[in-house]
Nanobody
Framework: QVQLVESGGGLVQAGGSLRLSCAAS????????MGWYRQAPGKQRELVAT???????NYADSVKGRFTISRDNAKNAVNLQMNSLKPEDTAVYYC???????????????WGQGTQVTVSS
């Protein structure tokens, strides 16, 4: 079983910054890609940023240059530093991990409970 604990959401004015963190855990479980997705009211969930175990990153065009994803493999943690926030960044942000057990294979995707980010204009 994989547990994901998210933290760091909140309310911020446009132009401000927030940092999201997600700690993943599970006995004998390792993680391939880790990332963040978001879902605004009335919209579909969308990718924000992902990072592989080797450190390769991928960002949505809308956040490039403003958001930075990072990862601590020793702690199985993934972070999202969000700068120059805009009202359109308002959404529930979800941590996502691709989990596996060495020698047994993939366990699939797991999602966090979500953390609200609200950017006021």
């Amino acid at each position: 079983q994989v547990q994901l604990v998210e933290s760091g959401g909140g309310l911020v004015q446009a132009g401000g910054s927030l940092r999201l963190s997600c700690a993943a855990s599970g006995r004998m479980i390792s993680f391939n890609a880790m990332g963040w997705y978001r879902q605004a009211p009335g919209k579909q969930r969308e990718l924000v940023a992902t990072i592989t175990s080797g450190g390769s990153t991928n960002y949505a065009d809308s956040v490039k240059g403003r958001f930075t994803i990072s990862r601590d493999n020793a702690k199985n943690a993934v972070n999202l530093q969000m700068n120059s926030l805009k009202p359109e960044d308002t959404a529930v942000y979800y941590c996502n991990v691709d989990a596996y057990i060495r020698g047994l294979g993939s366990l699939g995707d797991y999602w966090g409970q979500g953390t609200q980010v609200t950017v006021s204009s």
